[in-house]
Nanobody, 125 residues
Framework: QVQLVESGGGLVQAGDSLRLSCTTSGRTFSNIAMGWFRQAPGKEREFVATISWNNIRRYADSVKGRFTISRDNTKNTVYLQMDSLKPEDTAVYYC???????????????????WGQGTQVTVSS
């Protein structure tokens, strides 16, 4: 089991930037895919971005070109750099860790077995 702790959320204005961090412990970080998901009030949780153990990235269309996912295996940390934020990006953001090591295909939400507590991002217009 992986323990995950997110940080970096806050209240910003449209057009601003934020960087979320998620530090993990409990498994070999470099072996697993990591993901960011978000849940807005009244909506279901949705995929934002994933990064595989070998740094293959995938993004939701709604954030492509504005958000960047990255990882630092020396710090057991995954990041989500969010630029040009919009009010519709307002949500609780969760990081998640893949259940498997060295997955060879894109993980979906059900493949993530460990989740952080979430960090609130609020973007005002």
């Amino acid at each position: 089991q992986v323990q995950l702790v997110e940080s970096g959320g806050g209240l910003v204005q449209a057009g601003d930037s934020l960087r979320l961090s998620c530090t993990t412990s409990g498994r070999t970080f470099s072996n697993i895919a990591m993901g960011w998901f978000r849940q807005a009030p009244g909506k279901e949780r949705e995929f934002v971005a994933t990064i595989s153990w070998n740094n293959i990235r995938r993004y939701a269309d709604s954030v492509k070109g504005r958000f960047t996912i990255s990882r630092d295996n020396t710090k057991n940390t995954v990041y989500l750099q969010m630029d040009s934020l919009k009010p519709e990006d307002t949500a609780v953001y969760y990081c998640a860790a893949d259940r498997l090591n060295y997955r060879t295909y894109y993980p979906t939400e059900g493949d993530f077995g460990s989740w952080g507590q979430g960090t609130q991002v609020t973007v005002s217009s």
